[in-house]
């Protein structure tokens, strides 16, 4: 089946130890997104890519930064996680940019 | 700041029952809007999207959009326990690629 997979699915990482986060679709959709969400709050649009066009939003921390090598893969670099990164991190895709997002499972991630 | 706004809830309604979720926003120029539903610990899953004032039906959903009053709502008839989940309301923004989402609205459907 064609899907969007995001892995790890939980993720426990050190104080400022950066991390990677990894999304791969095979939906071939031309849209990636991540976002950011923390308990009880609304996802938080960090980054999206049109193809390789990288759209960075503007209150996105600079500790963020996205990198998507081809059309089916895209990661989440966190430089230096502080406690406050904590949160589900969650990854989509959509066609066209206009339709509905597909989402991965998702990465909780825990900074200790 | 363009914004989408829900009311957190809980919503509870009996089962069996049809329970309404609004979503008011504020991008006048937005042309896509979706409901997700989001079990609690899962990524949102898509159930709903609707582009044109009025309403679109599918099976149990309903959702109903009026651009002049920046109103989408979803109706969902005879609920189910199952259905008991966060409901998050998401508007493309005008001249990109993308959706702003609310804080979604917790439904409860009591057995």
């Known amino acids: 089946d064609a899907m969007v997979i995001q892995n790890p699915r939980y993720q426990v990482t050190q104080f400022g130890k950066p991390v990677t986060l990894s999304c791969s679709q095979t939906?071939?959709?031309?849209?990636m997104y991540w976002y950011q969400q923390k308990s009880s709050q609304a996802p938080k649009l960090l980054f999206h890519y049109y193809d390789k066009d990288f759209n960075n939003e503007a209150d996105t921390p600079d500790n963020f930064q996205s990198r998507r090598p081809n059309t089916s893969f895209c990661f989440l670099d966190i430089r230096s996680p502080g406690l406050g990164d904590a949160a589900m991190y969650l990854c989509a895709t959509s066609r066209t940019g206009k339709d509905g997002y597909t989402f991965g499972s998702g990465t909780r991630l825990t900074v200790v | 700041q363009k914004e989408v706004e829900q009311n957190s809830g809980p919503l509870s309604v009996p089962e069996g029952a049809i329970a309404s979720l609004n979503c008011t926003y504020s991008?006048?120029?937005?042309?896509?809007f979706f409901w997700y539903r989001q079990y609690s610990g899962k990524s949102p899953e898509l159930i709903m999207s609707?582009?044109?004032?009025g309403d679109k039906e599918d099976g149990r959903f309903t959702a109903q959009l009026n651009k002049a009053s920046q109103y989408v709502s979803l109706l969902i008839r005879d609920s189910q326990p199952s259905d008991s989940a966060t409901y998050l309301c998401?508007?493309?923004?005008?001249?990109?690629?993308?959706?702003?989402f609310g804080t979604g609205t917790r439904l409860k459907v009591l057995a």
């Open positions: 991008d006048r120029g937005s042309q896509s």
């Open positions: 939906l071939n959709h031309n849209v």
């Open positions: 998401a508007v493309g923004l005008s001249g990109t690629y993308k959706y702003i």
């Open positions: 609707i582009y044109s004032n």
